[in-house]
């Protein structure tokens, strides 16, 4: 019975494997900024907090970018 058993899973998960997709991985293209303003967007819980990351990060980029050419522009 345990045999049997054994055998059921070992087949079941060997078409799991079968059935998977061969093609290329559609993520592998993307940045690290992309992948997470799509999560940002997503309904999962903490996208709201990866959004406003990025949010936050772009403002201090921004602000830097002010600050700098400040100095280099008296």
Do not use: H, W, Y
Not at 7 to 33: N, T, W, Y
Not at 53 to 59: C, F, I, K, L
């Amino acid at each position: 019975m345990k045999r049997m058993r054994a055998v059921g899973i070992a087949a079941v998960a060997a078409f799991a494997m079968a059935c998977g997709e061969d093609g290329p991985d559609k993520r592998a293209g993307l940045s690290q900024r992309e992948k997470d303003s799509i999560l940002g967007q997503s309904q999962i819980p903490g996208a709201k907090a990866v959004k406003t990351g990025m949010r936050n990060a772009d403002s201090a980029s921004a602000r830097q970018a002010r600050l700098d050419s400040a100095e280099r522009e008296p």
